[in-house]
């Protein structure tokens, strides 16, 4: 049984009285332990179906089922909770928190359970270890580069040991070395870890990566 | 509490001048409560200790209506009353000995039923005192005149002058009595020695174990009949608070608007800070964060805040308080009887505690509930983008309807309402004011980007960021009209309020040259001039007639109510101006009193009514012909013939004398035969001329003006903090995009005339929206503070005050915009640009 099941998800954005089509019946699944790519122009509606994967809007209408939990029928508590056990997520913009050390940001998610800082500790530093920032771990985000900023933001996807990982363009804002080595870390979560990875991406050679690729042009699939 | 401290405390750390900043509103309301707190707590704690260090356990007390006192017999009928476990006769009466205010007190051995410090272990004492004729004095007379056992000293009172022995002082806690400045006598030798004939001031009762109190008093009075009055102790120091009534008003409403201001800011820096803070809310409910935890968050974060604000503020206050206690105007004193000492009453640290926590709670609740409401997808937005955003309906129906109900509301119940309820009205035209702004925020906003875009390109980028954020200018604007409409509030009060102290005094720039026993402006009721002196003072040359006055206190229906006792007025008192010649003779003659408008007002009794006066002689009627306003004494004034006084109240001596000179007379010649002939006199003698008095009540208007213009400077304060704190945060919301501005070649110099240019044109706009609810605010003030705090005040518009706080308005828009004018002008373009 696929791990991420995506059946007929339409999304209408209001704006004003009228209503912006970002997606218009979208299908598909996803087997878990692969690397999955959108792509498409700008506007088609990745962002959009990354959204709603990620359980941080509603759709329209359609259904996201994630192992075996259907999205539509989770109230905003129970969503919340699921984001927080099942999910990792990497933004474009890092969205580090400035005020936290790089290994506290790391724990985070973990610490939104509930989990006490120092129990979270020894897990958020492996974790920068294994994204090779070991020496970075009591720097502020201010204190980092680019690069580095999105590496702890995949470590902080994973201290929570997700399901699944959504990533919105995680290379967009980085040169290309950098951005070469977030996409290593995030194929090895797959091959390594048996993970499943879906990457928003503008990137061709990211998107070949992939183990299945979905293409978006208008708010439904291109085949 | 990990997370607490991770986002929420270490926020405050490393942006220390904006926590001080967002700290501040409520610190500054929490300083001003404690202060008020600690000036009205000093004024009933004095009254309190001085009677409670009298009284002990007392249940009741029987006191005389006036200084006269009341005849010892009474005492023998109220022991004998059923219900009466015993009864304390005592004289407490005040005197002068060696020319300083005491409290002279006479008893015998039952005193020490009581339990008072001043009655306890004193066996011995009274031994002495039984067998050596003298009296005994307090510790901190004996420290002023340096008298000690064997030392006589000179007593002054009703009775005249006598020369006692000092048989010892009184030490210890005992001594320090009314502040050790008190004398203690056997009860028959504190009568001889005051004059007192066989009588005495009061009767202290101790009622049985399960006795009913009020039903014991209504018995006692019946039976003492209207020469006396009785009322619990603790029923004194309502009374004697009563007389401070428009000082506890006219401070309580200072406060009520200035809590309201503090509470305003702390919600303005809450919305900025949530503002602020949406990607940050956002990522953090993308991770999965819930709502109720980061509401949470955000609220113990205010209440944090609202406690080291309150904490910082209750510190200032407590040294403001001692400040205020030091310069309270006799004015307001002279009526207690006795000293004010700063006296913190122990709730107000903590009821400043939890007003400041609460208040912030409640300021945050708003922002932080709109905050969390972020959708988490919102984390996913370019940066620049969340920051800007700003969702202002043109008009909302909802606060704007609210906010001007509110206001509405607090008006019709400054004007008409009960009289408690008027400094809260006070504090809800602010928050009236506050949301009807609120409901307006966009043509405010646009009313201010088109004056602002007259000024030129910076002028109109100025525009710009307002059109963009209409909620911050609303915010900024709303400090400024706070601002302004205090200043034209008190100023336009203050001057009405000089007004009609001026009108209603200034017949007593009539009279050539006082001869008073009190000083400025207090009252001689207690120590008398002796009444002799009319004859001598008449035989002066150039001295056309001497008129006479004669003041006490009479117990009234449960008030300290003023009686003055006149002869040969020239119509220097107001009273006397106020009314005909021909009603003068009838007063004069003894047929007929005025009362002033403010006894009219408290007991309904005005011209045309039967007025029953308690007096020591019993119950007197006399007929009410006019009703006049007066400032001398806050609970009531009633004006009869001094004959009346000297007939019904045994009372002699008297208060002041009134000289007026014949044409071309030598005044300097006068006052000086004048002064020689009082110098010799036993009690303190103070001579001025008509306009000296004058200057004396203008001192005492300036004196009690400075109080409250210190808490109008508070607000204004206040306010320039929100202003700077306002435009600051949109100095650094704006970052990217003014960098970006200085990367496409705009001066630094345009940059910062930007940030002038909008905080002048809030300024404009706040200040005619502040100058409009001053004006309102005026009117409902003088109402409030002419019925309900007892001054007869009349209000009138004017115009000055608007004149200078709409310049105002703008100097503290423009002052408060010269750091994030800096700020904005040093922005590097570099960093700005630059991610996070
Ligand atoms: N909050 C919103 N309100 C209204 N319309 C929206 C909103 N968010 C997205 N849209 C619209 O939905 C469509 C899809 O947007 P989406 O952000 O998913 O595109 P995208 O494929 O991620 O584009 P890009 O590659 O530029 O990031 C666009 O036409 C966009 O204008
Ligand atoms: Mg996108």
């Known amino acids: 049984m696929a791990l991420v099941s995506i059946t007929e998800l339409v999304k209408e954005y209001p704006l004003g009285s009228a209503r912006v089509p970002a997606l218009k019946g979208v299908s598909f699944d996803i087997q878990a332990g692969t690397l999955v790519s959108v792509v498409g122009p700008s506007g088609s509606g990745k962002s959009t179906l990354l959204h709603l994967m990620g359980g941080l809007d509603n759709p329209t209408s359609g259904s996201v089922v994630i192992d075996g939990s259907n999205l539509a029928e989770l109230d905003d508590q129970d969503l919340t909770i699921f984001r927080r056990r099942r999910l990792g997520f990497i933004f474009q913009f890092f969205n580090l928190l400035p005020t936290m050390k790089a290994w506290e940001n790391v724990a985070l998610p973990r610490l939104l359970d509930g989990e006490k800082l120092k129990d979270v500790q020894p897990r958020a530093v492996e974790l920068l270890e294994k994204v090779g920032l070991g020496a970075r771990v009591d720097h502020k985000p201010s204190q980092l580069s680019g690069g580095e900023m999105q590496r702890v933001a995949v470590a902080r996807a994973l201290v929570a040991d997700p399901i699944l990982v959504l990533a919105d363009e995680p290379t967009g804002n980085l040169d290309s070395t950098s951005g070469q080595a977030v996409l290593d870390l995030l194929r090895g979560i797959v091959s390594e870890e048996g993970r499943t990875v879906v990457i928003v991406t503008h990137d061709a050679k990211a998107a070949s990566l992939a183990d299945q690729q979905i293409s978006l042009q208008d708010g439904v699939l291109a085949r | 509490m990990n997370l607490f401290n991770l986002l929420n405390l270490r926020r405050f750390t490393e942006h220390r001048a904006r926590t001080a900043l967002s700290i501040s509103g409520i610190a500054i309301g929490s300083a001003l409560l404690v202060a008020v707190l600690g000036l009205l707590g000093s004024l009933t704690g004095s009254v309190e200790g001085f009677i409670q260090d009298l009284a002990g356990s007392a249940d009741l007390e029987v006191a005389a209506v006036t200084n006269e006192g009341l005849d010892e017999r009474v005492f023998f009928d ?220 955000l609220l113990w974060e205010a209440a944090l805040l609202g406690l080291i604000g309150s904490i910082a503020g209750a510190a200032i206050g407590v040294v403001l308080s001692g400040i205020l206690v030091r310069s309270i105007p006799d004015f307001y004193t002279n009526g207690l009887g006795v000293g004010v000492e700063m006296n913190l009453p122990a709730y107000a640290i903590p009821m400043a505690l939890i007003v400041g926590v609460v208040s912030a709670v409640v300021a945050a609740a708003m922002p932080a509930m709109a905050a969390v409401k972020v959708a988490p997808a919102a984390a996913m937005r370019p940066v620049g983008v969340l920051e800007a955003l700003e969702d202002v309906d043109s008009i909302s129906p909802i606060p704007t309807f609210i906010g001007t109900a509110i206001f509405l509301g607090s008006f019709a119940t400054a004007v008409w309402g009960p009289g408690w309820a008027g400094f809260l009205a006070m504090g809800g035209l602010v928050v009236g004011a506050i949301v009807a702004t609120f409901g307006l925020t966009h043509p405010l906003a646009g009313a201010t980007a088109r004056f602002a875009a007259k000024f030129g390109v910076a002028g109109q980028l100025a525009a710009s960021a307002v059109r963009r954020a209409p909620r911050r200018a609303w915010a900024t604007s709303v400090a400024v009209v706070a601002g302004v409409g205090m200043i034209v509030t008190q100023a336009s009060a203050s001057a009405n309020i000089n007004t009609s102290v001026t009108d209603s005094t200034n017949s007593l720039g009539r009279i050539d040259l006082y001869v008073s026993a009190a000083s400025g402006v207090a009252l001689a009721t207690d120590v008398l001039l002796p009444p002799e002196w009319e004859t001598t003072l ?147 003698v103070y001579v001025s001329s008509g306009s000296e008095y004058l200057q004396v009540i203008e001192g005492t208007v300036r004196q009690v003006r400075a109080l409250f213009d210190s808490m109008v400077g508070v607000v204004v304060g206040a306010a320039i903090l929100a202003i700077i704190n306002a435009l600051i945060i949109s100095v650094i919301e704006r970052r990217t995009e003014l960098g970006i501005m200085r990367a496409l070649g705009t001066s630094r110099r345009q940059l910062r005339s930007m940030v002038a240019v909008e905080a002048g044109a809030l300024g404009v706009v706040g200040g005619v929206v502040g100058v409009a609810f001053g004006f309102l605010a005026h009117r409902a003030a003088i109402v409030a503070v002419g019925h309900q705090g007892g001054m007869p005040v009349e209000y009138a518009f004017v115009w000055g005050p608007a004149l200078i706080a709409f310049p105002l308005g703008i100097a503290m828009a423009v002052v408060g915009s010269l750091e994030p004018a800096r700020r904005a002008g040093s922005i590097s373009v570099i960093e700005a640009i630059g991610y996070e």
């Open chain 2, 78 to 297: 109220i022991e004998q009353t059923e219900g009466v476990r015993a009864a304390v006769p005592m004289i407490r009466s005040r005197a002068l000995i060696d020319r300083q205010q005491v409290m002279f007190l006479g008893v015998d051995q039952r005193v020490e039923l009581l339990g008072t410090d001043l009655a306890q272990d004193q066996t011995e004492t009274f031994e002495r005192l039984a067998s050596e004729p003298g009296i005994l004095i307090g510790r901190g007379l004996a420290n002023r005149n340096g008298a000690e056992r064997g030392d006589t000293v000179e007593v002054f009172s009703t009775g005249g002058e006598k020369t006692v022995d000092v048989v010892g002082v009184i030490e210890g806690e005992a001594g320090r009595f009314n502040d050790g400045f008190f004398a203690l006598a056997p009860l028959p030798a504190a009568q001889q020695i005051l004059g007192k004939g066989p009588r005495i001031d009061s009767v202290f009762v101790l009622a049985e174990e399960g006795q009913n109190l009020e039903g014991l008093r209504r018995e006692l009075s019946r039976q003492t009949g209207s020469g006396a009055f009785v009322d619990s102790p603790s029923g004194r120091v309502r009374q004697a608070q009563s007389s401070t009534a428009s000082l506890r008003f006219g401070m309580l409403m200072g406060v009520s608007i200035a809590v309201t201001v503090g509470a305003f800011l702390v919600y303005n820096t809450m919305s900025m800070a949530a503002l602020e803070r949406r990607r940050e809310i956002a990522t953090l409910r993308a991770l999965g964060g819930s709502r109720r935890l980061l509401l949470r968050n």
């Open chain 2, 538 to 684: 008449e035989q002066i040359p150039g001295v056309a007639s001497v008129g006479t006055n004669t003041f006490s206190f009479v117990a009234y229906r449960g008030d300290r109510v003023l009686i003055q006792g006149t002869s040969k007025s020239q119509g220097g008192e107001p009273a006397m101006a106020g009314i005909t010649p021909a009603q003068r003779v009838q007063v004069q003659e003894g047929n007929a009193a005025v009362v002033s408008t403010r006894f009219e007002e408290l007991f309904g009794i005005g011209p045309g009514d039967q007025l029953t006066l308690p007096t020591p002689s019993g119950g007197r009627e006399v007929q009410v012909i006019a009703s006049v306003p007066s400032f001398t004494w806050e609970r009531g004034l009633v004006t009869i013939g001094r004959q009346n006084v000297i007939d019904w109240f045994g009372r002699t001596g008297v208060s002041d004398y009134q000289l007026t000179y014949e044409q071309g007379a030598d005044a300097g010649a006068i006052r000086s035969q004048v002064e020689q002939f009082v110098e010799g006199s036993p009690v303190p």
